[in-house]
């Protein structure tokens, strides 16, 4: 569902070919040593960076030159995924009206994606009055309003504990497999990578490569990988 | 995006049309470009060496009370740092008023030495002016000396004391470099808010040997009404400001904003008395005038003539006016400077033309676009309003670019990625995260707008009379006991009304 035909992405002296594709609903990490460009990959899927060659399509449709909010995708990033001074129901709600004008209808549905992430009753309250895995309950929360069928995950959930972490990745795969959604996360702990994602991309030496299954790359990783994750 | 674009492009143009046009205006009116008199000459020569005498001696003594402040810790330091702050809204006619009850004929100062058989001082002429300078410029000189000093490393302090460095190493290695980087900024920013010195100049000056370029403005439109000749004054200020402005881009002053100055370097070098007597010294200098405004004022409050009042009233109209405008002017400027990927810095510094500029070149400019249709009384209050807009925008422009920088690089890419777009992102986005700056910015417009006395004594006439103005006039008639009545309620109305929407902006701020 998501096609990388040899895009170019080039930030400074910096440049990542991708020649891939994804399959829909599939869960795929995206997993590369510091540096090697995995944040660049998503920021050029999601449409912060423009390809300098090459085309992107989502779902067959080319989305290359599209602006961010127009592709039929989410992301959620490290951090500031919510808006500190709006509450936590107007985070979510901004996801189906960014003016913040709702209909009725669209009123219980923002409530009912709450209720669905846990947080029935909180939608009050400012995001600093939560937990930080409250917080990421709540963007999760505005990604299900959206229902674009692409998920893009640049680490959001680095911040929280071990187990905490393990309970969103839980609750992500959980929503993703009840909308069938395509998920892409980006990883620096091979961890997360096997617990969430049957699949993984490989992005080194300048290039994004085609997804391949997470526990054969990780179980035998190439020489740039093993150097990363420092174990044998 | 395009909303923006107008917007900000149609502020630039007002901008430009202020500060040149005017100056073009004026220019062509002139109808013999004769040239400057002696008397002219002498006033440009007066502007350039009073302001680079009143900024050396800010600077010169803001260094010791820097120090001071910077390695000692004491009840009320904060209070005090914070009042350091206060000339820049303190109506400056306020404080003619406050230096004169204590360094004029009859003042404190003149009383103290008359029990010694003493000849009373007198602050009338160019020490006045001086004095005056140094009393606004003193702690702004010492809050941006501070600033440097604070931005030095407590480990390197600590470094030396581990090292035995005596005072005069300390000197050598540390304070010496940092008032190398700090002090020529300061002094030229001080040297260039003085050549643009009006009401101190009226006040306290006046004849051929203490006549600054903008009284000498005022003088020519307002006494000989000779426009020729105000053109020409004003090219040559908007010269020396231009010029002056540009130079001090060169000196990389320190931040003025920001970085907190309720840190203390822990030291042990230095004199305790020394640095107590400094403090106190400059928190008298500061303070003294200011309680004689209220001690004198209550006592006249008897004598305040009834016109006082509607004055009052027209001038806090003008105040909230001119900061509603300010904000209307600032925020569609800045978004416009930072939108744009080339060309965002060039409209930032049309934002800082004013400062370059003559609040009465501009009231003279618009005063002759429009005498022929509009009687000018009618307008001297719109007028007012507009010119006091564009000389608080650089001020507002500067506390907002900051943080709107920051909200865009914090949330553009949510913003971006959710399409919130247009008025909805500058009402949920971004007016959210910038309204502290917006509102002090506005709450500087408002303060500097109540207590100006420049453009509006070009149209001085009873009808459309501020506080300020009136206050001028009951000095000039020798109404004391009345002028330092009006001057405690100016002084109470702007600080007042600046607190007012300073607050506005901080109360129920998340995050």
Redesign the interface.
């Known amino acids: 569902m998501l096609t990388l035909d040899n895009v170019t992405l080039t930030q400074g002296a910096f440049s990542l070919v991708a020649n891939l594709s994804v399959d829909a609903g599939a869960r795929v990490a995206v997993i590369g040593p510091s540096g090697a460009g995995k944040s660049t990959l998503l920021a050029g899927i999601a449409g912060y960076l423009r390809p300098t060659s090459g085309t992107l399509s989502i779902e067959g449709r080319e989305v290359t030159s599209l602006e961010p909010g127009q592709r039929p995708l989410s992301i959620l990033f490290q951090d500031s995924n919510l808006f500190p001074h709006l509450t936590v129901f107007q985070n979510v709600a901004l996801g189906l009206r960014p003016n913040l004008r709702l209909t009725d209808a669209e009123v219980k549905a923002v409530e009912a994606a709450l209720d669905r992430v846990g947080l029935a009753g909180y939608g009050n309250r400012k995001p600093a009055a939560l937990s930080g895995g409250q917080q990421s309950r709540v963007a999760l929360a505005r990604t299900l309003l959206r229902e674009r069928p692409l998920l893009l995950l640049d680490e959001p959930f680095a911040a929280l504990g071990p187990a905490l972490k393990v309970e969103m990745l839980d609750l992500v795969a959980q929503l993703g497999d009840e909308r069938g959604t395509t998920i892409l996360m980006v990883s620096h702990d091979p961890d997360d990578a096997r617990h969430l994602c049957d699949q993984a991309i490989l992005v080194a030496d300048g290039r994004a490569d085609a997804p391949v299954a997470t526990h054969e790359l990780l179980d035998n990783p190439p020489d740039v990988l093993s150097a990363y994750l420092g174990k044998k | 995006m395009t909303g923006t674009r107008i917007s900000g492009g149609l502020v630039v143009l007002l901008l430009i049309f202020l500060t040149l046009g005017t100056l073009v205006a004026v220019g062509l009116r002139a109808e013999d470009l004769s040239g400057l008199g002696r008397r002219d000459w002498a006033a440009v020569r007066f502007t350039l060496w009073q302001a680079a005498l009143s900024a050396a001696i800010s600077c010169l003594l803001a260094i010791p009370v820097a120090r001071a402040f910077s390695r000692r810790q004491f009840w009320g330091r904060g209070v005090l740092i914070t009042v350091l702050g206060a000339p820049f809204i303190l109506p400056v006619i306020v404080a003619v008023l406050g230096l004169i009850a204590v360094f004029g004929r009859t003042g404190l100062v003149s009383q103290f030495i008359g029990l010694f058989g003493l000849e009373p001082v007198q602050i009338y002429g160019w020490h006045g002016i001086i004095l005056a300078h140094v009393f606004f410029n003193l702690p702004l000189a010492t809050r941006l000396i501070l600033q440097g000093w604070l931005d030095v490393p407590a480990e390197r302090f600590r470094l030396a004391q581990s090292l035995n460095f005596l005072s005069a190493d300390m000197f050598r290695h540390i304070e010496l470099p940092l008032l190398f980087r700090v002090v020529p900024g300061a002094f030229m920013v001080i040297f260039l808010i003085c050549t643009t010195s009006f009401a101190v100049a009226l006040a306290l000056g006046g004849g051929p040997r203490a006549t600054t370029i903008e009284l000498a403005i005022y003088q020519a439109f307002r006494f000989d009404f000779d426009l020729s000749k105000a053109a020409q004054l004003a090219l040559v200020q908007f010269a020396v400001g231009g010029g002056l402005a540009i130079a001090s881009l060169w000196f990389r002053g320190p931040r003025g904003q920001g970085a907190a100055l309720d840190r203390v370097v822990s030291r042990r070098d230095g004199s305790v008395w020394q640095d107590a007597l400094w403090i106190l010294l400059a928190a008298a200098f500061l303070l003294v005038p200011l309680v004689m405004i209220g001690v004198k004022g209550l006592w006249g409050v008897s004598e305040l003539p009834d016109s006082i009042w509607p004055a009052a009233l027209r001038s806090v109209i003008v105040a909230l006016v001119s900061a509603g405008l300010t904000v209307a002017l600032v925020l569609p400027l800045a978004l416009l400077a930072q939108s744009l990927r080339k060309g965002g810095a060039a409209v930032e510094a049309i934002g800082y033309l004013s400062i370059a500029a003559s609040p009465l070149v501009m009231g003279t400019g618009l005063f002759i676009l429009t005498f022929a249709w509009i009687d000018p009384i009618l307008l001297a209050l719109p007028v007012t309003v507009l010119v006091n807009a564009a000389m608080s925008l650089p001020f507002a422009l500067r506390a907002l670019m900051p943080g709107l920088t920051q909200a865009e690089a914090?949330?553009g890419?949510?913003a971006?990625?959710?399409?919130?777009?247009g008025?909805?992102?500058l009402?949920?986005?971004i007016l959210?995260?910038v309204r502290r700056p917006l509102a002090f910015g506005a709450a500087l417009a408002a303060a500097l707008s109540m207590g100006d006395l420049g453009v509006i004594t070009l149209f001085a006439n009873p009808e459309v009379q501020t506080l300020p103005l009136a206050l001028y006039q009951l000095m000039e008639a020798y109404r004391m006991d009345a002028a330092f009545a009006a001057a405690l309620l100016l002084l109470t109305l702007s600080l007042a009304i600046f607190w007012l929407i300073d607050r506005g902006g901080r109360v129920d701020?998340?995050?």
């Open positions: 914090d949330y890419k949510l971006l990625s959710l399409q919130i777009t008025w909805a992102r009402r949920w986005v959210p995260r701020v998340d995050a």
